[in-house]
């Protein structure tokens, strides 16, 4: 299995950014996926998931903000950030549960 993040990079505060994962090696269509995030000195965290049926769920810090999507003939998980916050620089991972986990890419929000 392989998960690859892009899409990573410096924006100001307020602004967006899309995260793609590719995926290979797995029947990408009926697994959950995921996007979590590790921000310098913390633990990893969850920021959304989304079935093979497509239903969604976010956790409080980004609802509103962030859209996680899949395209299942592409093979590829998205999440649409917007209205970034500083709070959201991290390094931003891709995961097929329970054990795959993508490189990582990093956002950082800074003016």
């Known amino acids: 299995v392989q998960l690859q993040a892009s899409g990573g990079g410096s924006v100001q505060p307020g602004g967006s950014l899309r995260l793609s994962c590719a995926a290979s090696g797995l029947n990408f269509r009926i697994n959950t996926m995921a996007w979590y995030r590790q921000a310098p000195g913390k633990q990893r965290e969850l920021v959304a998931t989304?079935?093979?049926?497509?239903?969604?769920n976010y956790s409080d810090f980004v609802k509103e903000r962030f859209t996680i999507s899949r395209d299942n003939v592409r093979r590829t998980l998205y999440l649409q950030m917007n209205s970034l916050k500083s709070e959201d620089t991290a390094v931003y991972y891709c995961?097929?549960?329970?054990?795959?986990w993508g490189q990582g890419t990093l956002v950082t929000v800074s003016s």
């Open positions: 989304i079935t093979s049926g497509g239903s969604t």
């Open positions: 995961h097929r549960p329970p054990n795959f």
